[in-house]
Structures are given as structure tokens and as C-alpha cells.
């Protein structure tokens, strides 16, 4: 039974995002799926979940075990000939019907294959926000296409994304030349360059910036950057450790008692 406290809680919430949740099965990995689920819901609700492969495939059998716990709905198609992926095709058709029902806020498209960049800018030509999940080896042309892309190694179980590994090899910003093996043996270097000129770009007129405000201009200009891939959990407490990069100030906001932020350059 539903009581009146639990409908006048439900009425009071914020509204939640609406995203369709599409996985090809061909270039995804099952053991993420569980970490995967926990960071969509951080921008919204998984109102679709769909899955895209020949799941009659040995490859797949990983996946097989996962779909009914985590209420995933398979969609097989068998390879038409050998040496062409129908699976992508079948997924971007069912994108396209997905788009033009306009019943959603954005898509999560998870996948390492570039084939599905001219399907994230035309969903971000409709006005709709597109997540990006993938493996290191992703080429920058469907990172970028993303407003948001997050590298699925963080998300894999064992992981504690408060303790990342400072000397996990992940090489977010490869270029196209780069073979994924080539990728995979690159150390993770601090862009500390990069962060600092958007720091400055994010600054108001006292030369501070509301951390807020930097986090979203990193993304923008990057949509790939996750404090994670440094090894802190949130952006904040990259900013607090960051020492002799940064100088943090913690705010009260307009009497509320929350605290807030801000941050500037280390002279």
C-alpha cells in the first residue's frame, strides 16, 4: 500500500532525467555492468535498457548471466556475413526510434566503437544530452562527440574509485595513430598544463572560481576527464590534494550553512 507520506515524497522530489541506456554487447564488457548502472544513475534514470549482439555467440555468454538481474532487454541479431557488424545498424535504428518518441533527456551509448560518432552528434543536434561509456582504446572522435565520457576500467568491481591506483596505465587522450596496445602501456600524467588554463578561463573577476564551474568547463573542453583516472573519487578532493597546484576556500552560501568551494591558482 502506498501510504500518503510516501506519495507526498515522490510529488516533492526534482524531476529525474530520462535516459536510454544502449549497450553493444560487441564492444562492452559484462564485468562492468554493476558499476556501470551505479554511475548512470548519478545523471539519471535508466528508463531503457537495451542490449545489442548475437547472444548465440560464445563471446556472449558473459553477458547472457547478467541481463535478467539487472532487467537488461536483449536484442539478437545474427551476423549477416562475415566481416560486417549488424549489430551496429540495428542499434542505431532503434536510437533513432528511441529519439523520435521524445520521451527522453539523453542517452548512455556503451560502446568502444567509433562506428556510433555520427550517432552521438545527431542525438546532441536534438538537444539531448549523450553519456559516452568505453574502453581505453576508444578513438578521441566518439569521446569527443560525447558530452560526457567516462573510461569503463574505473568502473570494473575491485575498484575503489576513492583509491584509483596513481600508476594504473591509462592514457586518456591518445591520438588516432595510437594503437590500443599502445595506449594500454602509457602512465598517467597529471595534465596539470590543461587543468590551469581552464582554470583561469573558469576564474571571475578576484581570480576565483567556483569548483562547480571548473568541473564543467574541464568537461566541456574535455569531455573525457574524470578525476578518477588521477586517483581521487571527486574532483574536490583532487583539488584539496593538489596543493602546490591549487588554493581551495570553502564558502557559506547565502545563509543556508552549505559550503561551497572555490578555488585559484597557486602563485
Request: with cysteine; glycine share 6%; charged share 30%.
Given at each position: 500500500?502506498?501510504?500518503?507520506?510516501?506519495?507526498?515524497?515522490?510529488?516533492?522530489?526534482?524531476?529525474?532525467?530520462?535516459?536510454?541506456?544502449?549497450?553493444?554487447?560487441?564492444?562492452?564488457?559484462?564485468?562492468?555492468?554493476?558499476?556501470?548502472?551505479?554511475?548512470?544513475?548519478?545523471?539519471?534514470?535508466?528508463?531503457?535498457?537495451?542490449?545489442?549482439?548475437?547472444?548465440?555467440?560464445?563471446?556472449?555468454?558473459?553477458?547472457?548471466?547478467?541481463?535478467?538481474?539487472?532487467?537488461?532487454?536483449?536484442?539478437?541479431?545474427?551476423?549477416?556475413?562475415?566481416?560486417?557488424?549488424?549489430?551496429?545498424?540495428?542499434?542505431?535504428?532503434?536510437?533513432?526510434?528511441?529519439?523520435?518518441?521524445?520521451?527522453?533527456?539523453?542517452?548512455?551509448?556503451?560502446?568502444?566503437d567509433s562506428d556510433f560518432?555520427?550517432?552521438?552528434?545527431?542525438?546532441?543536434?536534438?538537444?539531448?544530452?549523450?553519456?559516452?561509456?568505453?574502453?581505453?582504446?576508444?578513438?578521441?572522435?566518439?569521446?569527443?562527440?560525447?558530452?560526457?565520457?567516462?573510461?569503463?576500467?574505473?568502473?570494473?568491481?575491485?575498484?575503489?574509485?576513492?583509491?584509483?591506483?596513481?600508476?594504473?596505465?591509462?592514457?586518456?587522450?591518445?591520438?588516432?595513430?595510437?594503437?590500443?596496445?599502445?595506449?594500454?602501456?602509457?602512465?598517467?600524467?597529471?595534465p596539470k598544463k590543461f587543468?590551469?588554463?581552464?582554470?583561469?578561463?573558469?576564474?571571475?573577476?578576484?581570480?576565483w572560481a567556483n569548483l562547480?564551474?571548473?568541473?564543467?568547463?574541464?568537461?566541456?573542453?574535455?569531455?573525457?576527464?574524470?578525476?578518477?583516472?588521477?586517483?581521487?573519487?571527486?574532483?574536490?578532493?583532487?583539488?584539496?590534494?593538489?596543493?602546490?597546484?591549487?588554493?581551495?576556500?570553502?564558502?557559506?552560501?547565502?545563509?543556508?550553512?552549505?559550503?561551497?568551494?572555490?578555488?585559484?591558482?597557486?602563485?
Amino acid at each position: 500500500m502506498v501510504t500518503p507520506r510516501l506519495v507526498a515524497k515522490i510529488e516533492s522530489e526534482e524531476p529525474t532525467h530520462q535516459l536510454a541506456v544502449l549497450i553493444d554487447a560487441d564492444n562492452a564488457q559484462a564485468a562492468v555492468i554493476e558499476g556501470l548502472l551505479a554511475e548512470i544513475a548519478r545523471y539519471g534514470e535508466a528508463t531503457v535498457k537495451r542490449i545489442y549482439g548475437d547472444f548465440t555467440a560464445p563471446e556472449s555468454s558473459s553477458w547472457k548471466r547478467v541481463l535478467q538481474k539487472y532487467a537488461i532487454k536483449p536484442v539478437q541479431q545474427f551476423a549477416y556475413t562475415t566481416g560486417k557488424n549488424a549489430t551496429d545498424s540495428t542499434m542505431i535504428i532503434d536510437a533513432m526510434d528511441l529519439l523520435y518518441s521524445r520521451k527522453f533527456d539523453g542517452f548512455c551509448l556503451v560502446t568502444s566503437d567509433s562506428d556510433f560518432t555520427g550517432l552521438a552528434v545527431r542525438l546532441r543536434e536534438e538537444g539531448l544530452t549523450v553519456l559516452g561509456f568505453g574502453e581505453q582504446k576508444t578513438p578521441l572522435a566518439f569521446r569527443n562527440a560525447c558530452h560526457k565520457f567516462i573510461f569503463t576500467e574505473v568502473l570494473r568491481p575491485g575498484v575503489d574509485n576513492g583509491k584509483v591506483e596513481k600508476k594504473q596505465h591509462v592514457a586518456p587522450r591518445e591520438t588516432e595513430e595510437q594503437s590500443a596496445a599502445e595506449v594500454a602501456t602509457q602512465p598517467v600524467k597529471f595534465p596539470k598544463k590543461f587543468i590551469l588554463k581552464a582554470l583561469e578561463e573558469s576564474t571571475d573577476d578576484t581570480g576565483w572560481a567556483n569548483l562547480g564551474t571548473f568541473g564543467s568547463y574541464l568537461t566541456k573542453l574535455q569531455p573525457d576527464f574524470d578525476s578518477r583516472l588521477y586517483g581521487y573519487k571527486k574532483l574536490s578532493d583532487l583539488v584539496k590534494d593538489k596543493k602546490d597546484i591549487f588554493e581551495v576556500e570553502a564558502r557559506e552560501s547565502g545563509g543556508s550553512g552549505q559550503k561551497i568551494l572555490y578555488i585559484k591558482a597557486r602563485k
